[in-house]
T-cell receptor
Framework: QKEVEQDPGPLSVPEGAIVSLNCTYS??????FMWYRQYSRKGPELLMY????GNKEDGRFTAQVDKSSKYISLFIRDSQPSDSATYLC????????????FGSGTRLLVRP | DTGVSQDPRHKITKRGQNVTFRCDPI?????LYWYRQTLGQGPEFLTY????????KSRLLSDRFSAERPKGSFSTLEIQRTEQGDSAMYLC?????????????FGPGTRLTVL
């Protein structure tokens, strides 16, 4: 079993919809959580960074972390066709190692 | 452009050849990371430097792989005797000093194809 599980999709939604992307993890030592967006054949681009549990909002994006359930989410409001990409969750414990453990990514398609 | 840069962007080689990739981190970022990403998967950690010291290596980094960061600035990743299974996107990331995990910024990657 992978340390971080993420539904690969694809997830197809109409323009303007609210998108919910999720990851589960098994390592209770993880305390830093990130979401990256990756366009085809490009490097990952950092979207959101969250420490420990709670919510964080940045424009149309909201990240949620529930450490008790080992579950993180990214919500995208008013989705746009330009949001079509692969979304990767990543996490680390930040104490024994700074390396990021990634999910396999969810491919999102926003239809005009 | 002050982001992470990688060179080359694409590399096609024949099995058994050696290849070397270069990564230039964001200026003043003292941590530098290498990851590998195959199709349909997330990036997998390979190794990490703090300044010129290589502090962590993944078990994925076989003895055919070697990474250096000689002066704490740019880094190189060399793969010797390439195999078809080495075909992947090799990503470099850098981060600034800070407590706990710092935010890692990725370069565009080097796509390696081994024929």
């Amino acid at each position: 079993q992978k340390e971080v599980e993420q539904d690969p999709g694809p997830l197809s939604v109409p323009e303007g919809a609210i998108v919910s992307l999720n990851c589960t993890y098994s390592n209770s030592a993880f305390q830093y959580f990130m979401w990256y967006r990756q366009y085809s054949r490009k490097g990952p681009e950092l979207l959101m960074y969250t420490y420990s549990s709670g919510n964080k909002e940045d424009g149309r994006f909201t990240a949620q972390v529930d450490k008790s359930s080992k579950y993180i989410s990214l919500f995208i409001r008013d989705s746009q066709p330009s949001d079509s990409a692969t979304y990767l969750c990543a996490m680390s414990d930040g104490d024994s190692s700074y390396k990021l453990i990634f999910g396999s990514g969810t491919r999102l398609l926003v239809r005009p | 452009d002050t982001g992470v840069s990688q060179d080359p962007r694409h590399k096609i080689t024949k099995r058994g050849q050696n290849v070397t990739f270069r990564c230039d981190p964001i200026s003043e970022h003292n941590r530098l990371y290498w990851y590998r990403q195959t199709l349909g998967q997330g990036p997998e950690f390979l190794t990490y430097f703090q300044n010129e010291a290589q502090l962590e290596k993944s078990r994925l980094l076989s003895d055919r792989f070697s990474a250096e960061r000689p002066k704490g600035s740019f880094s190189t990743l060399e793969i010797q005797r390439t195999e078809q299974g080495d075909s992947a996107m090799y990503l470099c990331a850098s981060s600034a000093p800070g407590a706990g995990t710092d935010t890692q910024y990725f370069g565009p990657g080097t796509r390696l194809t081994v024929l």
